[in-house]
Nanobody, 119 residues
Framework: QVQPMESGGGSVQAGGSLRLACPTR????????LAWFRQTPGKEREGVAR???????VYADFVEGRFTVSHDSAKNMLYLQMNNLRPEDTGMYYC?????????????RGQGTQVIVSS
């Protein structure tokens, strides 16, 4: 069952910032990579950033240093700090857990959170 999970989306102007959040499970810290995906208008869902054991991170090329993924294991929360947002970042953002080393095979639990960036 898909439940509301992700939060923090909203409408901002280009150059603005948003911080997305998503609750995780305690066992996700060591067993899985935690990731953020997005689906922008007219495109397939794509990986944005993933993190393993709170410190090993991978970002999609389009991030270009603007986003930071983090995992607070004490709070069991996954975050995506997005700075210098661009109109092309507009879309639905989802958190997921899955295997490291790939953008495939991830399990999505939430409905996503909407990000709208105006020029």
């Amino acid at each position: 069952q898909v439940q509301p999970m992700e939060s923090g989306g909203g409408s901002v102007q280009a150059g603005g910032s948003l911080r997305l959040a998503c609750p995780t499970r305690a066992d996700y810290y060591t067993g899985y990579c935690l990731a953020w995906f997005r689906q922008t208008p007219g495109k397939e869902r794509e990986g944005v950033a993933r993190i393993w054991q709170g410190s090993v991170t991978v970002y999609a090329d389009f991030v270009e240093g603007r986003f930071t993924v983090s995992h607070d294991s004490a709070k069991n929360m996954l975050y995506l700090q997005m700075n210098n947002l661009r109109p092309e970042d507009t879309g639905m953002y989802y958190c997921a857990a899955g295997p490291c080393g790939t953008w495939s095979g991830y399990a999505f639990r939430g409905q996503g959170t909407q990000v709208i960036v105006s020029s």
